[in-house]
């Protein structure tokens, strides 16, 4: 029996309003599953599992409830989060919170892992504060996860193409841009694998290529150039678990785990030391681990292991400077893409919120 895998999971939270407001625009609302937003975590080490349910409203109940924090703290541990309120520019999530041994392992290293696809020594704080704004300090109604019911196929890609058919808008499918050519500052032609068009200054041309591409055009801009892999694999197998849709995984390699109906997703961010491991080493360790998680005592089943090596570049204080300063562009070209709202992570948020602001749309 053949099965459909997305990629990559695709956690979203439903304090993403342009992802929510996008969906009603292609008409696939419908196709979306809330669940609340109770967050399960399963320590691989100590063998125990416990969860953490985010009440509604911003504030934080959750904490005062000795049975839904996180097992060995006590509630002075979470006063650590104010060091969010002076954090600076240029630090990192260990910066601010490695000192607490246990938050940082059980919260802020699956948070930044998950949410900035970058190690916490590397990942920039104030972004995350920005995401916590966003989520986590408005309470649950803007935590609750967001999942496809089929896939995202059906939610997102399928129905934006039909959207752009009923609209005349043309999508030209293996179409390389291989080159620009900028005179006096504006970009006069741009030079595809198949065919070349003129740009007249007029016109306006908007570039929503992954920032690896960048360079490629623009060979003497200075830009991040430090990328992050997303490693996912897929076990063909069926598991019953209470614990649904996804559960965080501690000191282990797997960092969250998706059930699926007929499979299950094993998500690794920042995942650059495993870009040279073979898939059947990796399918292998990874295997242990979730069969531990689900006490499941079943050979290695059927599994597909996909790395993008490319998944966001490494979001550290450093580099969203590099992003901040590019200037110098032609004047009738303007940037989108996820990694250009520099002030949130590379998500499917920003991508749209990118899309939006080079439109000039509310
Ligand atoms: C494995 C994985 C897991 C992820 N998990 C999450 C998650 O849980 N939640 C979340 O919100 N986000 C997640 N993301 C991030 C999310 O997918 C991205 O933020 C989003 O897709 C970025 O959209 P974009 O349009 O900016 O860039 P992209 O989706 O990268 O689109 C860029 C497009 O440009 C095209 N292109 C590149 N070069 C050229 C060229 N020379 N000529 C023509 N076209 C070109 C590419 O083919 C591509 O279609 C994940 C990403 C990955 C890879």
């Known amino acids: 029996m053949r099965i459909e895998i997305d990629n990559g999971n695709h956690l979203i939270f439903s304090a993403n309003d342009n992802f929510l ?71 990192t999530v260990s910066d601010l919170f490695f000192n607490n041994k246990i938050l940082f392992t059980s919260f802020w290293e699956p948070l930044t892992l998950g949410v900035l696809n970058s190690r916490c020594d590397q990942a920039s704080a104030s972004l995350i504060f920005n995401v916590l704004k966003k989520t986590f300090f408005r309470g649950g109604k803007f935590c609750r996860i967001i999942q496809p019911q089929q896939n995202w196929n059906e939610t997102l890609i399928k129905p934006s193409l039909k959207f752009l058919k009923k609209n005349k808008i043309n999508v030209n499918f293996n179409c390389s841009l291989k080159k620009i050519i900028v005179k006096n500052n504006f970009v006069n032609e741009l030079v595809f694998n198949k065919n070349s068009e003129k740009i007249k200054n007029e016109d306006m041309v908007i570039l929503s290529t992954p920032i690896s591409m960048l360079k490629k055009f623009f060979p003497t801009m200075i830009i991040p150039t430090e990328n992050n892999t997303i490693l996912n694999i897929h076990f063909k197998v069926t598991v019953k678990c209470k614990f649904n849709p996804l559960i965080g995984m501690l000191n282990s390699i797997s960092h969250w785990v998706f059930i699926k109906k007929d499979h299950i997703s094993v998500t690794v961010s920042a995942a650059n030391s495993m870009n040279d491991s073979s898939s059947d080493e990796i399918a292998k360790k990874i295997w242990q681990e979730v069969s531990k998680l689900f006490e499941l005592e079943k050979p290695l089943p059927e599994y597909q292991v996909i790395k993008e090596k490319k998944a966001t570049y490494n979001q550290s204080p450093k580099n969203i400077k590099l992003i901040e300063k590019i200037r110098s562009l032609p004047k009738n070209l303007i940037l989108a893409g996820d990694w250009t709202q520099k002030n949130f992570p590379c998500t499917i948020e920003s991508a749209i919120l990118s899309g939006k602001n080079s439109l000039m749309i509310n």
Not at 47 to 64: A, E, L, R, T
């Open 21 to 91: 407001r996008f969906c009603e625009l292609i008409g696939s609302k419908k196709t979306l599953k809330m669940y609340d937003p109770k967050f399960h975590f399963f320590d691989l080490i100590k063998q125990n599992s416990w969860s953490i349910k985010v009440n509604d409203g911003p504030f934080p109940f959750w904490m005062f409830n000795k049975n839904n924090r996180i097992p060995e703290t006590s509630l002075i541990d979470y006063l650590s989060f104010l060091k969010l309120l002076i954090c600076k520019k240029n630090d």
